[in-house]
């Protein structure tokens, strides 16, 4: 595992000089001041919390009140919503937890650590490094975003420690860039695959759907991820995140290396030493034949679990099918079952920053998913729109609810009764409108660090280490997002 040293006593250069172009710049100032004014990922948190009680407040929601029915979603008390909700992630935590850990004992097998090396051996110049990896997080991300968390962290902390003159800060925000982006267009965005399967979806979104669209209340992929709007929506999208992680990239005599942070990289990915067995007992986890037999019997179901898919096999590749391939793939690449015990024990601590912040997020998220306030805050965007500016404040919306509420399939449940009903009314294709839900959904994510947590703990960094550089991205990002959104919206029909 990464460890933080003490930081050295050498001071950091002063922001904003020297040869860097001006975007650079205005990232190492960013960069400074988030370092010493914001607070960690649980200030963030904290700060919230009591942000989103005051607002329900100002919007006149009551403080206490439980409605009669105790199956009930609405109708609570700010205290009591707070209440309700602050466990209603405890599965969600648990699954989050597993991905992290298993992501980590995936990524420091002897497999994946020698392809990690050749891939971290492309990179040849600082400002080469910190594009390229900003391209992986993205490409992995958009196939499994869970995944890519963990990949494309042990990735840059290899290529800094290959690369000279590499900033550990710029190279750690890229590193998480995928979620700031593409990860919700891509093949595991929860919302287009909650509208499209008949099982994930709610009956009262199926209804909304049906009478806009007719049919039978779902939204295939094809009109959501792959529709042709959609994918041009995410490969501009990836081309200016790249341009941004080139202008962004500060020079080598301004970058702050991971020794000049004081952080201790530790060995390469697949390095670690061998465990010899000590008595005759140990011979079950030492050898690879039960490894071989429970990754044979997790695979046969995993077959049969895609096979019987409702609908398109992808339904089925939700949080629990991710991580059970996560640990069977692990089980195999480290081969014998105590490696893979010991790298579990390695990356637990890791898991720690979802363990205690995933339930506050559960009281925010309580707050205003189960009071009147997300029909609020809704009701202020839908009534200052139209038509033609619908898909962009709905980008809007979804992004400053996402930086309160940063859980994109579990909010999209909340929240897509009265999107589309609102599409419906306007006469937008609801199709977009799941699009839109998801670049405005992952835009939040470079604004707070709930989903950075995993990246960090992995590198070894604090989110105001990195922030400064996910807020200039977002500087550059959110605007293309509202001119795609806007632009391209004309080119579809309703329903």
Known sequence: MTTTAQKPS???????????????RLALRFTAFTEKWLPDALGFVLVGTFAIFALGLLSGESLLGTPDD??????????????????????????????????????????VGRLVARLAARPRTARGAIVYTAAVAMLTSYVNWAFSLV???????????????????????????GLGTVWAQGLSGSAALQVASATSSPPVVQEIIAAGRGGDGLIPLTDTIFLWQGVVATAIIFAVALAMA????????????????????GPAPGEEEEVRRSRPGEWIEHSPVFAILLFLLGAWYLARHFAHAEGHPLNALDLNTVNLILILLALILHWRPVRLARAVKEGAPAASGVLLQFPLYGGIFGMIAYTGLHKTIAGWLVSVSNETLYPAFIALYSCVLGVFVPSGGGKWVVEAPYLLEAANQLQVNQGWMVVVYDLGEASANLLQPFWMLPTLAILGLKARDIMGYTFAMFLALFPAVLVVVTLLAQTLSFP
Request: charge should be negative.
């Open 10 to 24: 050498e001071p950091a250069p002063p922001p904003g000089t020297g040869g860097d172009n001006w975007l650079a």
């Open 70 to 111: 105790p199956e009930a979603t609405s109708g609570f008390g700010l205290i009591d919503a707070w209440g309700k909700g602050f466990w209603s992630l405890i599965e969600f935590t648990l699954q989050m937890a597993m991905i992290i850990i298993g992501g980590y004992a995936v990524a420091v097998s002897r497999p």
């Open 151 to 177: 990949f494309t962290a042990i990735l840059a902390k290899e290529i800094a420690r290959r690369v000279p003159g590499v900033d550990y800060r710029a190279i750690g925000a890229m590193a998480f860039l």
């Open 246 to 265: 080139w202008f962004l990239a500060p020079s080598p005599e301004r970058a702050m290396t991971a020794e000049r942070l004081g952080i201790d990289l």
